[in-house]
């Protein structure tokens, strides 16, 4: 075997392994050893190569004996928010360090059943909540990708699943799931030259996936190229009984359904997304995307998208107050850590093992949340946000009044270096600008790596759908990545 | 910075909900504890400007005009499922207790309660 | 029967504090958590089953396990609405579920999921007799449904509380009064009310000794007139008569705090039944700030015509209308009727026994009353049983009741009969069969018996027609001993005036 077998795609792996030129072990052989070496990335909290060896076995065995699934012989890397029974899960956060649950998220169930194995359990921002890796109390995440100016700083692989962009980036892994909240699916893909794709509100099942916001969370897959979004996106969506807001909808057949061919769509341009002072090779790169929309095929129409500034700060009340919420159980009595100062009482050991347990920004948007749902507070600022909020999304069907899908530029910026912006938590939060409008308004959008900044560092192209195409939203991307011709990979330094 | 500003990270004028809504010591180690989170007084101290900070940037929302719009219930049109009254779940104690800091005879066990 | 209670006298205009300054008016609104009957809990597939082993009836989601997720279970909110249709209640289509937010041991979640800004169920009433005859509206502001919390045992262990989750989650209805009732014993008839009209719709056992209703109690003072006083809360009271002496307590202290130039904190308190008094819980002071928001796990609860029509289509007749069909159509006094339809139960027994007898004329539903309400409830009673558990069956009691008013059995006979049905279980025609209690309406047997009686007393015939009348009842007597108890009275009667007048 002379190809590096981690070279190779998701659709790679499962068509190579059916073609029989390679076994599902060799596969997680060499994923496992490429984990093993990636080791200074800091990108897997757990590595689990038995799993991956596992269900790389009974790949082999099902091809011998004509029992294939659609992802046999593809191990993949899990976000460590993902709860997978047996295995450690932490949210990247000391207060559930030591938790096994005893379940398996309907997530990784869908795809360890479609034959995936798993490499281990991603890195990620505490609970989700960063756009750097830098919130994780296990350490930092470092991108595989380094600037061109030879200074060798750390970068930050983004956020909240910088594990993942990192180890798919790194070639650590095929494949990763991902979570999106306001951006933490994209934002990390942009950062990393990958792609990734955040399908509409209720696709993906959110039962065993640790919480953040509820009315934000999407699950979805991270890897290397849009055919492969694809394959996972239908693999990881479908109804869940066990969750109330899952959409009762057939899954579509995206892989089949891939096509670059614009022809008769229309793509819009928000122009509030075009803001005074952005850099210039952001905006260049967008002026590029749109280029590459119309040489296949598509119309472009200026659409307006009126509340897009009130985005953020809406965010940041909503996903705040669920979060305070959502992360009230982490108390110290079930599950994760306890700490139980001498004589304390109930209420002192929930303070204690809050306190040591959250870290810095988890416990600033527990406080955020808590303040903005007080008595007073609750309608000026939660009544009013849910009300902007449905005041974005009315923007959003309004522009897909006008057009099909949305072309925007991923990220603000490419990747910062780390510690760059962690002192600043609202400079922080200003990278999920152009994210965080589809999250509260539900939307299917994905990022794709459209081209590198000066620094050598990649940037990502995002395109918003209406509810339910996600099809939509994978073709755009199709066509931006087959004209982008992204090759570039981070030189292996680790 | 010029980017940010463009994207109306302080704005210019929200005078009267700000001047109202400012958090101080008092405030914060109020919330720290409907929270549940210890702080100590140097945390207070650092928390309270960047409180303020984040508060003052969300205030921003002050200024949208929402007359009569009624407030996000359900992000994608859908209606709320109910499942049939059937037992399918239970009996799966050493599950419930597995992962407990402390669990005995069958409970969890915290701190004395007094009520 | 240990939930029936005496009514106290005091009405809405009589009962007043009396206070060193003067009268006091005592103000009552009353929240209600009822659990719903439903097999599997409110969000999860669980079991409710009372008296499991600690921690067994309790899911993942009940736990509060990272990831987990609620589902709403359909028939509780199905009994739900068919509870507030019972109340005349406004039904919301569109409801939906808020996070109450606060720390506890036995609140898993950090919040309970329950319903603040839009609720399940709206305005409606509930007519109340504190005293006979006299009939009072109380105002039910909101139903709405919620997740009962675990539990803490604090007895096991020196040092440590223990929790058991079994009722995390388990559904309830929170019934919330308008501060309308004036006196204990009003709380104490709107209690039984509510009570009987959730055992009837079925959507709630009312077992208070299992924790299926307790009341949170909201009482306040004021000189007749004023406007409302601050109130206290005292929470989670577990029985009607525990209410009513948790109110007067409550009340007497309200009044001792106020003239002795105090105020009164609006406080969550408890009751302390041993002690009859109620006191402060150590409540901190944030535990008012419970930051309600709509649950993000949950979508709107509509609910759509074809649930509604099913729900109310599904009520059974409720005790106001089928006690006045008691006293109208059917006859029976206002005490009978309602005695038979204070608890469904016994309305149910009633129902069937008519039912077996075949016929629904005012005489037989008489005849059923009167032996329903003194027979056999003295008969349970002695025996320590309820109407559910009765030794005698419905058609048993129609059968007996048969045997009467075709005048197989006299009344004492029947008495017999019906004691030797407790003892053994026996149809009564077997028993008079069997035993041969047969009632003796042949004249001419009672005539030969009669002749015997005479010829022996000679001298008492010959004193009765000297004029001593009172002598009748003499020769009743002996007639019936020496007929062993079987003779028709009314046939003895009528051939004795015959003998002794002929
Ligand atoms: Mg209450
Ligand atoms: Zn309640």
């Known amino acids: ?494 | 910075m010029g980017f940010v500003a463009a994207l109306r990270l302080m704005p210019a004028a929200m005078p009267a909900i700000r001047a109202g809504m400012s958090v101080d010591a008092t405030t914060v180690r109020k919330i720290a504890s409907l929270a549940r989170i210890a702080v100590s007084d140097a945390e207070v101290d650092a928390m309270v400007p960047e409180l303020n900070n984040i508060l003052g940037w969300i205030e921003q929302l002050g200024e949208v005009d929402t007359d009569g719009v009624a407030p996000l219930a359900a992000v994608i049109p859908n209606h709320l499922r109910l499942r049939d009254d059937v037992v399918t779940d239970g009996n799966i104690r050493d599950q419930v207790l597995k992962n407990a800091p402390q669990a005995e005879h069958g409970f969890f066990a915290v701190p004395k309660v007094i009520e | 029967m240990d939930w029936y209670l005496k009514v106290c006298e005091m009405t809405e205009s009589s009962y007043r504090i009396q206070g060193a300054t003067g009268e006091w008016e005592v103000v009552i609104g009353l929240e209600v958590h009822a659990q719903v009957t439903s097999n599997a809990k409110l969000f999860s597939g669980a079991s409710t089953k009372f008296g499991a082993e600690p921690n067994a009836n309790v899911s993942l989601v009940d736990a509060a396990m990272p990831g987990m997720l609620p589902v709403p279970n359909r028939e509780c909110i199905r009994q739900a609405v068919r509870t507030g249709m019972a109340i005349d209640a406004q039904i919301n289509k569109w409801s939906r579920f808020d996070r109450k937010n606060y720390f506890y041991a036995d609140l898993p979640q950090g919040y309970q999921i329950s319903q603040l800004y839009h609720p399940l169920v709206g305005e409606g009433t509930i007519s109340i007799e504190p005293e006979d005859g006299e009939t009072k509206i109380v105002g039910i502001e909101r139903i709405h449904v919620e997740q009962d919390a675990g539990k803490l045992m604090h007895d096991q262990h020196p040092t440590r509380s223990y929790v058991d989750l079994n009722r995390s989650g388990v559904a309830l209805m929170e019934i919330v009064s308008r501060p309308d009732m004036r006196s204990p014993a009003e709380a104490g008839a709107y209690l039984r009310k509510l009570r009987a009209i959730l055992r009837y719709v079925g959507s709630c056992d009312g077992n208070m000794e299992e924790g299926s209703m307790r009341a949170d109690v909201n009482v306040s003072v004021r000189k007749p007139g004023d406007p409302f006083g601050t109130r206290t809360e005292t929470k989670n009271v577990n029985s009607v008569r525990f209410v009513m002496a948790a109110i007067e307590h409550e009340a007497n202290r309200q009044v001792d705090v106020l003239e002795s130039g105090g105020t009164i904190v609006q406080e969550t308190r408890l009751f302390d039944p041993d002690k009859g008094v109620t006191r402060s819980m150590r409540s901190k002071e944030d535990a008012h700030d419970y930051r309600y928001f709509p649950d993000p796990d949950l979508l709107p609860l509509e609910l759509d015509d074809a649930f509604l029509a099913e729900c109310r289509a599904s009520l059974p007749e409720l005790p106001d209308a089928k006690r006045a069909r008691y006293e109208g159509p059917l006859g029976l006094s206002t005490y009978a009727a309602g005695v038979l339809t204070a608890d469904v139960e016994t309305a149910r027994w009633f129902e069937a026994l008519m039912a077996a007898t075949g016929k629904d004329d005012a005489a037989t539903a008489k005849a059923a009353s009167n032996w329903l309400i003194s027979d056999l409830f003295g008969a349970l009673n002695r025996l320590g049983k309820d109407i559910t558990n009765s030794p005698v069956s419905p058609a048993q009691g129609a059968q007996l009741l048969g045997l009467v008013a075709d005048s197989t059995l006299s009344g004492s006979l029947a008495k017999q009969v019906f004691e030797i049905m407790l003892e053994t279980g026996d149809d009564p025609a077997k028993i008079v069969e069997e035993r041969g209690l047969k009632q003796t309406t042949d004249t001419g047997a009672i005539d030969a018996v009669i002749a015997d009686v005479l010829a022996a007393n000679a001298d008492k015939v010959a004193e009765y027609r000297g004029g001593k009348d009172k002598l009748f009842g003499f020769f009743v007597g002996q007639t019936m001993k020496a007929m062993a108890g079987k003779g028709n009275p009314g046939v003895v009667n009528e051939r004795l005036k015959a003998a002794l007048d002929g």
Not at chain 1, 36 to 57: R, S, Y
Not at chain 1, 172 to 199: C, E, L, N, V, W
């Open chain 1, 1 to 494: 075997m002379t190809t590096d077998l981690t070279n190779l795609t998701v659709a790679g792996i499962r068509d190579g392994f059916r073609k029989g030129d390679f076994s599902a072990r060799e596969v997680a052989d060499a994923f496992n050893a490429a984990v093993a070496a990636g080791k200074p990335l800091n990108a897997f909290l757990v590595e689990t190569p038995e799993h991956a060896i596992a269900a790389a076995e009974e790949a082999d065995r099902g091809r011998a004996s004509g029992e294939l699934r659609p992802l046999s012989g593809v191990p993949m890397g899990i976000k460590d928010l993902f709860c997978t029974a047996g295995y450690q899960t932490t949210a990247a956060s000391h207060i559930l360090e030591g938790f096994v649950p005893t379940y398996e998220s309907t997530i990784t169930a869908k795809l360890f059943g479609a034959g995936v194995g798993m490499l281990g359990k991603l890195n990620l921002d505490q609970f989700a909540m960063g756009s750097s890796n830098e919130t994780s109390a296990f350490g930092n995440v470092i991108s595989p990708w380094r600037r061109s100016d030879g200074g060798n700083a750390p970068l930050a692989p983004g956020g909240s699943s910088g594990g993942s962009s990192s180890a798919v980036a790194a070639r650590m892994a095929p494949a990763a799931t991902g979570t999106d909240t306001g951006g933490s699916i994209r934002q990390p893909a942009a950062f990393t030259g990958i792609s990734g794709i955040k399908p509409t509100y209720g696709r993906c099942s959110r039962w065993g996936v640790v919480a953040f916001a509820s009315s934000l969370d999407q699950a979805g897959p991270m890897a290397r190229d849009v055919r492969d979004c694809a394959i996972l996106l239908e693999t990881m969506s479908g109804f869940d009984p066990k969750d109330s807001t899952s959409l009762d909808l057939p899954v579509p057949q995206w892989e089949a359904g891939l096509s670059g061919d614009l022809r008769g769509k229309k793509v819009g341009i928000p122009k509030e997304y075009r803001v005074d002072g952005m850099p210039a090779e952001i905006e260049a790169l967008w002026q590029q995307g749109i280029a590459w929309a119309k040489d296949a095929g598509a119309e472009i129409v200026e659409v307006s998208l009126p509340h897009t500034q009130y985005a953020l700060p809406t965010y940041y009340i909503i996903a705040p107050a669920e979060a305070s919420s959502n992360l009230a159980r982490y108390d110290g009595v079930r599950y994760g850590q306890r700490d139980l100062p001498d004589g304390a009482n109930l209420q002192d050991m929930y303070a204690a093992t809050r306190a040591a347990g959250f870290g810095g920004e988890v416990k600033r948007r527990i406080l955020i949340g808590t303040y903005v749902l007080s008595a007073g507070f609750y309608d000026a600022y939660y009544t009013k946000a849910q009300k902007v909020r449905a005041l974005i999304a009315r923007d959003f069907e309004r522009a897909f009044e006008q057009c099909d899908v949305l072309l925007t530029p991923t990220a603000p910026s490419a990747a910062f270096a780390l510690g760059e912006k962690s002192a600043d938590p609202l400079a922080m939060y200003l990278n999920d600008v152009f994210t965080v409008p589809a999250s509260l308004a539900g939307l299917p959008a994905m990022s794709v790596p459209a081209g590198l900044d000066k620094q050598g560092l990649p940037l990502g192209l995002q395109i918003i759908g209406k509810p339910l195409d996600e099809q939509g939203v994978l073709n755009a991307g199709l066509a931006i990545e087959e004209r982008a011709g992204f090759t570039a990979r981070a030189d292996k330094w680790w």
